[in-house]
Structure formats: structure tokens, C-alpha cells
């Protein structure tokens, strides 16, 4: 038996990385939290069917933040006058040691999960740390708020102090399997991910072997490429036999191809290593806010678009300072424009459409069928009351929504549904 | 008869440009509204005066605004997508002709100084449009709020729509003339400024018919300058004796010396503009957000500073989507970093130390002894409850004080004054 229920509002969503297409007061038909479809006038035999009339409100597609490190909610909006490896020794580290404590995990988490469910986000890919009960525990919070999410248990053998790293490469290979069978069919929206933290921080031994793991298991990957000059300079040391950052992931069996994974950043990625992210269908999550705060640059988005690259948007907590996607396409737009005007004018900066494309289909393509108004997504939606932010004239819903990125916060977020299901 | 008023609470205030002093529940004594004290322990003297008590909740320096656009706030957030002489006659210009409709202005600058009384803004330097009627209800609205404020009658009289555009250069100065006679005294906090609103809106003989009014009247003046290539060109053309853009507008007699005198942007200030405006004391509004939106590029700010620059942050709205001066620092820092990676290493990123000194103490100055807690300095302060901004670790104040700049919003802000006055 189906069950049928229509959303009525103002209506926006990308209909193209190019074009946002705007709808007033028009209804969502949603067959088990699938969209079925979009309707100016409703038709005859949806007659009847329950409604939910969000009245002027705006109704966009849920957002999916790409890449977020829950333990570093903590501390976001700190120590933001480093660059990344110093940054992650004196900041991230400390705070991620923290996890080991499932009673500090229990405060952190429960305040990251209630931050993310009064967001625009319906969808994540999540860094936890290297302690399996504290991500099992974030993992029970997400899927409990209703809120669709990858998780991964962190892994970390070298590189990083004794306080915070596994203590053998068998060890965080068990470790990681114990929790891919106790966490890959427990949730109903949250799920496992292969997450070795990033290159310098994984022997050679433990990425071959969570390649196997993932292999294994079916499992998607994520990790970070090519954020910063030192890093990169650092897998040049470590991995002298690869082309390049991405290389050495492939040859580890960890850059994609025929499963999904998704490496933060590229701010720094060359041709050859775009060229490689394209071929292996590679998601890339940009982070703008983070490539800013750590000074690490800007990538160059449009690029990456023009050239087919999946492209999604990640606050990248604490990197980025605040779990808001809306502010993490102004961050997006704003970022490119710098880049456009201080550094390259071969690549031009972000419309506000694709950056809104970047953070709905762009990441919810992560997913599968998700991040837009189509028959056939999943019915994934944040609606937004902006009547508080007060304007004398009238605006078109398309400027409705582009001031809302730069004006709205948690305040406007009065509803959210995640396939189907409403969570807020 | 003095009258003394106490206030407790944690005090955090820059105490240099590059050092911000935090005090656990301490005290400030304020004489007539200007500070008496600063205690840590309250004097016998003391006791007994009245207290407000803010508790746990951060207490600032209120913040200045240096140059904010009160009719662009109405398409705040909106049309980001040209660079400044398009965005003018785009959007800029047609908003701001609507506020010969008294109504329109009534409505829209209700909203705008609403806005900014519930901001961290205790102080702003304000363009209004061409029309007095709307420009002194601007005034008289920022004055019954208890803000303090100059507020400029736009002058433009060339290169502008017919339908915003003075009728005469005597029509512009028999005006300005009025509206200075009639609102020079009117107010108690609210005062005005002579304002051309650039070189190309206005010619050499309301220039210098500006110029004898402002000597006339002994008023401050606020123009823009150096933000935009185009606009620099432009100069070039108009202005052919002049060696740069500042040296044109201190042949007009409008670029300080002797008097008060603000410059927004500065963007592409070269070295002997610099010098020009070191020389006369002219105060740089750093407006960094519209310098993003609107891809002019960004100012070297932390140069400006070392050069011993009067250098204040301005949100700059509509070129800036919001009028938090919160974003405005967070911004600031943005900004610096991106412009050290992209474009020059030879100027260091700002501080957090130097970005909340730019909104405090840097603007500030503007006003006289404003912009921090220091004995004979007037009692501006803003009060921020941080408590909805939860962690789950122990905080410093001076980390308290960071994530509110990328966290708080009107939410936090709970009491605020104006040289003693609460005006929230």
C-alpha cells in the first residue's frame, strides 16, 4: 500500500547547475518519500491526499554537507591562526583525544546532532575519531534525529601523538571491521564509510588493508587531498613512486572507480590530478570556509564543474567555523570571487546558481537520487520561513532565496524532511 | 551632581591593536558615561553605587560601523553577481530613489536602525541618499534609538540616473546648506557629515562648494576611494592633474588635513596615496565583505596598521550583506588570509587581535575617545550572552570572544550602551 502525501509552498531547486527553477505555492507529490511530482495546479486524482501547506515559507531541497568532523564542533570558530598541521597538532588533535570519554562524546555529540538537525542539512558524510563507541554513539544520534548520514570510524597509525592513534595497524584493522559488522546494518538512515583520516597519517599496511576492508564490505571511502602546500609537499616524502596526491591513493585502491568516495578539498589538485578525479568519478567536497580559515587557498569550483567533476560543499567543522550550509555557499561564492580577482582569471567565480547547485544536487548526488525537485528523488526538504527578514519592496522568490543564504539561520529553518519522513 | 553606575561582568577590550585584555567579573565604574575605572576588585569608594550585574555574559566595547549605506539595507544580500559602476546602476541607484517616497523611507530605515540597535553597532558612520526630507528622518530615528551617529546627505549631480541626481550643483549646495542648518543641532547623538558620494557623481564645483561648507559649518567628511579598477580609471580621466585618486579629492579640499575625514575602501590605495592619507589623518574604512562581493579586491590592512593608518571596519551594506559587525571581523580575517595566500605574502594576515581593534577601538577613534575600556573614554559597550552558544570543554574569555564573532548573532546581543546611555 502506497502512501501518498503532498507539501505545498514556494518551491525553488536547481533544475541544472546553471538554473534554479522558482514555483509559487505549487505542491510536491511524494509516494513513500519519493517525489512522484511537481505541480503548478494540482492534479484531479491527488484530490484528498494529506497536505502539508507551508503557506509563504520557501521549500528547498534538503542540503548535503559532503565532509563535517563532529568532534571538532566543539571547538568551531577557534584557533583560526594556524595553517593545517600545525593547526591539527595543537587544535584538533587534543579535542579528537577527547572521544575516548563516551561521556564527553555523549555532550559533544548530542550538540552537534541538535545543531545539524535545526540546519538546512538533511544529509552528511561525517568524520567521528578513532574510538569505536563514541562514533557508534554518534552514529545512534543521527540516525535517531532522522537525519541521513555516512559515518566513519577515524583511522590513524603514524603521524600523530601516542594520545590519539591506534595502537597497531592489525589493531585499527580489527578495530574497523568490528565496527563495520555492528554499525552496517543497524541504522535505518546512518552507515558505515572507510575513513583512513588522510595519507600522513596511515601506513602504507593499514591502507592496503582498509582498501580489502572496503573491498570486502561494499563500502564507500573518504578522505583529503591536496588542502595544503606542506601536506602536499609531505606525500611527495611519503610517496615518492605516485604522479601525484590522488595517485597515491589510487595506488593504494582508495581514489574511487568503481565504488563512491570523496576526498575534501582539491584546493591545490593539478590537471593531472583533476584529470584522475574525473576518470574515477571521485566526489570532491569543497570546503570553502576551511580552505580560507587555514589559509590554504581556494579551488577552482567552476572549473571543476565545466569539467564534469562531481563537486559537493562542506562546512568542513572546525575548519569552518559554523555548521550552516547556507552559509557555506556564501562562503563558496565569496571565495571564488577572491580567487577570480587576486589570482586567476581563467576561472570565473561561482553564480549564486552553482553554488546552490553545490549544495543541493551537487552533494546529494552522493547519495543517489537526491538534492533536487524530481520525480524520482527522494523527497529530501528544508523549508524556510524568512518573513523575519523584513524588506519594504517585494522580491521574486529567486531573490527571496539568495538573500535567505546570506540572512537565514537556524531561526528560518522551520520544517525538514529527509526521504520523505519529517524530522523537524 | 555626577552620577556613577556600575557594571560587572566578563570584560573583554582591545588595550593595544595587536592585545585584547579579558577580566573575569570585573568591574567598570562610569562617571557621567565615561569610564572612571576599571577594577578587578571593586574600591571601597565604590560600594554602594548602582550595579548592573551581567553575569557570565561577555561585555564589550560597543562597536563602530565606519561606513554603512542606510537605504542599500533593504536589498541587503541581494544581487552580488557585478562589480561596483554596474552594481550602482543596477541596483544601487534605483533602490535609493525610491526614499523621495517618505513612506518608503519611513518603512526602510525603520527596519535598518532596527537591525542595528539589536547589532554590537553603538556608533556609525552613515550615507544617506540625495533627499533631505527621508535623510533627516533617518537621523531622527537613529537619535530616538540612542545610537550614535553621522549621517551624510548623499551629493551626486553628474554620471547618475536623471531620477537621482541633484537638479543644479547651487540646487545640491542651497540643500545641503539647509539640511545642515536644520540638523547640526537638532539631535543628541546624531550629527552630520559632508558627503560627496564619490569624484564621479559629482562636479568640481560642488566639490568645492562642499569644501566651503564643510569649512563653513566645521563638519566631518566621508566620501569612498581607490576600491574598484574601473572606478580608479575613471579618476584618471576626470581628474588629469591629479597624482592619484586621494590627491583629487585633497585639491577639492575634501581629504582631511585639518579636519575629520573618512575614505571607505582603499583597496588599491598605492604607496603615495598611502602617504597622502597618513599625512592628512584621514580614517580608512575597511569594508571587507563588499570588497568580496563585489570582487574588488581586498585592502592591505595589516600594512595600513603598521604604517600607523587610522584604519576602522565597515559593513559597507548593501556592498556587505549584513550589518553585524561580528561578520564584519570575521570577514576582516577572511579576507586578510585569502589575500596573503592568493596575492602578496609580504602583508600578514590580520589577527584576530587586530580585527576586533579595527571594530572597537580603530572605528572608534573616529568619535573621539571611543572603542574601549580605558578611564575617560566614553561608556560604549555591548553585552553578549554566549550562553546559547554551547560547548562542551572550558573556555577562556578570549575564546569565548572568538567563536562569538563567527557564532553570535542578535540573539546574543542582550544590552547594549551608548556613552553610558542603555540604549538596549
Known sequence: MKHMQLIRGNLCWSSGMDTIACMERGWLAVEDGVIEGVYRTLPERLAGCPTQDFGDALVLPGMTDLHVHAPQFAFRGLGMDMELLEWLNTYTFPEEAKYRDLAYAERAYSSFVTHLLHSTTTRAVVFATIHLPATELLMRKLDDAGLAAYVGKVNMNRSSPDYLREL???????????????????FRTVRPIITPRFIPSCTDDLMFGLARLREKYGLPV??????????????????????????????????????????????????????????????????????????????????????????????????GSHESMLRAVMHAIQASKLRWRLYDQTVKPLSFERAFYLATMGGGAFFGQVGTFRPGYAFDAAVLDDSSLDHPQELSLRDRLERAVYLADDRNVTAKYVAGRRVL
Chains 1, 2 share one sequence.
Open 222 to 319: 573518504q578522505s583529503h587531498l591536496s588542502e595544503n602546500y606542506s601536506e602536499i609537499a609531505w606525500i611527495r616524502e611519503l610517496c615518492p613512486k605516485s604522479k601525484n596526491y590522488g595517485d597515491a591513493y589510487d595506488q593504494f585502491g582508495m581514489f574511487g572507480g568503481g565504488y563512491p568516495c570523496i576526498m575534501a578539498h582539491c584546493v591545490h589538485s593539478d590537471e593531472r590530478e583533476q584529470e584522475l578525479i574525473a576518470r574515477n568519478g571521485v566526489f570532491v567536497a569543497h570546503a570553502p570556509e576551511s580552505n580560507i580559515n587555514l589559509a590554504s587557498g581556494v579551488a577552482p569550483v567552476s572549473r571543476f564543474l565545466d569539467n564534469g567533476l562531481h563537486v559537493g560543499l562542506s562546512t568542513d567543522v572546525a575548519g
Open 168 to 186: 597497531s595497524t592489525n589493531h585499527a584493522l580489527r578495530d574497523t571491521e568490528r565496527w563495520i559488522l555492528e554499525t552496517k546494518d543497524a
